[in-house]
């Protein structure tokens, strides 16, 4: 959507390596020690990240 609508820049490139790396971090802790409170706040943190793309996405395409 992004690509397509021509809204890619810096900040959206560098939330989605957050949330790649956020990811990571969770099959880290999911393949390891698997301790729930870590995983969820993993967990959490990616949703807000990707909430925060879409809520800008949305804010752009509202105000152009």
Do not use: E, M
């Amino acid at each position: 959507i992004l690509y397509a609508g021509h809204k890619v820049d810096g900040v959206y490139l560098v939330l989605s390596w957050v949330f790649v790396a956020i990811r990571y971090g969770h099959a880290y802790i999911h393949t390891t020690h698997n301790t729930l409170k870590h995983r969820r706040l993993a967990f959490l943190f990616g949703c807000l990240v990707l909430a925060v793309i879409w809520l800008r996405l949305v804010w752009q395409i509202i105000s152009s």
